[in-house]
């Protein structure tokens, strides 16, 4: 499994921005499709966006739309979150996915990262 580690998150109130960044570990990520997931405490992870390898295909979940925006440098092996407009309820851990066919399923993707914090006062 490719392994991937988050970076940027943190505290930031509302209406404020944050740029997550998910980078692989190596050559082993090849051409996968990346997602962004969050788990807030007590509730299920949900999908948040993916983007395929070309960036040709991107999913936004509906809260989200408009706010945040998911791109790609392969180059870099690194897949970024813009995120913009917070709301408290964006408050999660927020954890980036592999998989080699985009989709909004998070048992379809089968390498995670670790995850980061990100936490919206209001």
């Known amino acids: 499994q490719v392994q991937l580690v988050e970076s940027g998150g943190g505290l930031v109130q509302a209406g404020g921005s944050l740029r997550l960044s998910c980078a692989a570990s190596g050559p082993t990520f090849g051409r996968y499709a990346m997602g962004w997931f969050r788990q807030a405490p007590g509730k299920e992870r949900d999908f948040v966006a993916a983007?395929?390898?070309?960036?040709?295909?991107?999913y936004y979940e509906d809260s989200v739309k408009g706010r945040f925006t998911i791109s790609r440098d392969n180059a870099k092996n690194t897949v970024y979150l813009q995120m913009n407009s917070l709301k408290p309820e964006d408050t999660a851990v927020y954890y980036c996915?592999?998989?080699?066919?985009?989709?909004?399923?998070?048992?379809?993707?089968?390498?995670w990262g670790q995850g980061t914090q990100v936490t919206v006062s209001s």
């Open positions: 996915a592999a998989t080699e066919v985009i989709t909004r399923k998070s048992a379809e993707f089968g390498s």
């Open positions: 983007i395929s390898w070309t960036s040709r295909t991107i």
